[in-house]
């Protein structure tokens, strides 16, 4: 099993930054990526960007490319998510998740709780 906590989120004005933090603990070695996902109200999951275990590979959804850069610190077991140039569709809850063996970037194995970002503008 894996645990995935999230943090980092908040209220921010439109063009403003952030930066999430995912951490996970429990059986870190099975997990192969670490993928960010998002929920806006009324709207379906969303997503975001993914990384693989050693951060060679990296898969950014079209509408963060060039706003959002994922990385990751192996060492604390933590996947990093900086949001710059935050615009209001940007709000939504993120969700970090990690994929094991038999998952992939779409369907993850594990997930956190979430965490709120609001951008108003």
């Known amino acids: 099993q894996v645990q995935l906590v999230e943090s980092g989120g908040g209220l921010v004005q439109a063009g403003d930054s952030l930066r999430l933090s995912c951490a996970a603990s429990?059986?870190?070695?099975?997990?192969?990526?670490m993928v960010w996902f998002r929920q806006a109200p009324g709207k379906g999951r969303e997503f975001v960007v993914g990384?693989?275990?050693?951060?060679?590979?990296?898969n950014y959804a079209d509408s963060v490319k060039g706003r959002f850069t994922i990385s990751r610190d192996n060492a604390k077991n933590t996947v990093y998510l900086q949001m710059n140039s935050l615009k209001p569709e940007d709000t939504a809850v993120y969700y970090c998740a990690a994929v094991g063996p038999g998952g992939n970037y779409v369907n993850p194995n594990y997930w956190g709780q979430g965490t709120q970002v609001t951008v108003s503008s």
């Open positions: 429990g059986s870190i070695f099975s997990i192969n990526a």
């Open positions: 990384i693989s275990r050693r951060g060679v590979s990296t």
